[in-house]
Structure formats: structure tokens, C-alpha cells
């Protein structure tokens, strides 16, 4: 069993994690790359991708 601190390092972990994916997503959309080749660095959808573009006064260039 996993103590009550591991437990918590665990989730900040995947919290910065899931931060780090939307800044890379964010700057790569910025960078009009490819949405095939976001995905492929981030497992995002194109539907989350959309989320997070509009989010953040975005528009995805298909």
C-alpha cells in the first residue's frame, strides 16, 4: 500500500504532467504545427485540442 505522501506526490506528479501537456499543446498550435503532430506528442484529441484552443482565444487553422 502506498503511504498518504506517496499518494499526494502521485498526484501533483500527474497534475504537472497534465499542466505541461496544455503548455506544449498551446505553443505548438501557436507554431500552426500540424494537429496530427500534436496528437502524437501529447495523446490528445482533436476535440480536446479544440477545447483547449478555444479555451485560451484560439482557433485551430484546419
Same mark, same amino acid.
Do not use: F, V
Given at each position: 500500500?502506498?503511504? =498518504?505522501? %506517496? !499518494?499526494?506526490?502521485? %498526484?501533483?506528479? %500527474?497534475?504537472?504532467?497534465?499542466?505541461?501537456?496544455?503548455? =506544449?499543446?498551446?505553443? @505548438?498550435?501557436?507554431?500552426?504545427?500540424?494537429?496530427?503532430? =500534436? !496528437? @502524437?506528442? &501529447?495523446?490528445? &484529441?482533436?476535440?480536446?485540442?479544440?477545447?483547449?484552443?478555444?479555451?485560451?482565444? !484560439?482557433? =485551430?487553422?484546419?
Amino acid at each position: 500500500m502506498c503511504s =498518504i505522501g %506517496e !499518494m499526494i506526490a502521485r %498526484e501533483n506528479l %500527474e497534475l504537472g504532467r497534465a499542466q505541461s501537456y496544455e503548455q =506544449i499543446s498551446l505553443l @505548438m498550435l501557436q507554431n500552426s504545427e500540424p494537429l496530427n503532430k =500534436i !496528437m @502524437m506528442y &501529447t495523446n490528445y &484529441t482533436p476535440d480536446r485540442l479544440e477545447e483547449l484552443a478555444q479555451k485560451n482565444g !484560439m482557433t =485551430i487553422k484546419h
